[in-house]
């Protein structure tokens, strides 16, 4: 064969893999611990808007369990799926997500709750997209001590109920923030009611607060916080079950999506004073947009992004949500 030939042979292979390649479509996973909660359809929504702009397939999947998500996982790599976006339902799963992706060569960034190994440390090479919990928390504790003092209460007897969730790093974060304005504005650590929850729903929630209510039959006043909109909720509705309707208690949640909405849009206020609203846009269209690049570029998304939240009540909401882009 003359060099020429060889070139040209050589050439048309070369243009051959690559149009195989170019031909391959990019299908992108999302995958989130709790499916039927508005915070993560949202963050489906506008993961699905990045699809349609830069025409990937988004394959969408809820993985409530440790043992779904490994099947996700490895349905992902059956349908031909390069990269996906995960919120597991366990962080502690870390380590068998970064086996999973790995096995079957896989790009994966985590979002929301950021993934850590068996020794609790985050896994640093997971690039993350998470809200900045502690902070957030503060707005939360500030939005509730600005309204009690508006409303004349004095700290010293209002019960403040953390309605906990330890075992996520994030939820823990986010209420310690709480707790920490509420102190810094005048709380007495005395008042703070534990109300631990067995899961990261509104039915948990509620169930953790009644418990803590009947425990601490002395305060007739009080405030509540929580990881999200769903803890915050169940404990408004646990208070109104015992009287404590919005002239007695106070609530402020994280989220801002339909499960506060809908407690805005009640014709009677509730004890959900507010929620600090948080972007599911970026959590979902940046995170879905940065997964796509990598897998289409090369280029890896920032190791870490931390976004920022905005207090949103019954009576800003509007104004607060178009400022979001929502
Ligand atoms: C966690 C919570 C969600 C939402 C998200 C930003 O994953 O479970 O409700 O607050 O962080």
Redesign the pocket.
Known sequence: MTIQRRALCLALLMGLSGISLAAEPVKIGFLV??AE?P?FQDEWRFAEQAAREKGFTLVKIGIPSGEKMMAAIDNLAAQKVQGFVI?APDVKLGMAVARAAKRHQLKVMSV??QLVDGAGKPIADIPHMG?SAYEIGKQVGQGLADEIKARGWSLAEVGALRVAYDQLP?ARERTQGALDALKAAGLPLANVVEAPQAK?DTESAFNAANIAFTKNAKFKRWVAFG??D?AVLGAVRAGEGRGFKQDAMLGVG??GSQTALNEFSKPQATAFFGTVL?SPRR?GYETALNVYEWVTTGKAPAAMTLTSGTLMTRKNQAEVRKQMGL
Do not use: F
């Open positions: 611990k709790q909660e915070w919120c929301d709750d809200i994030t990261t990881m999200n769903e994280i989220g948080i959590h």
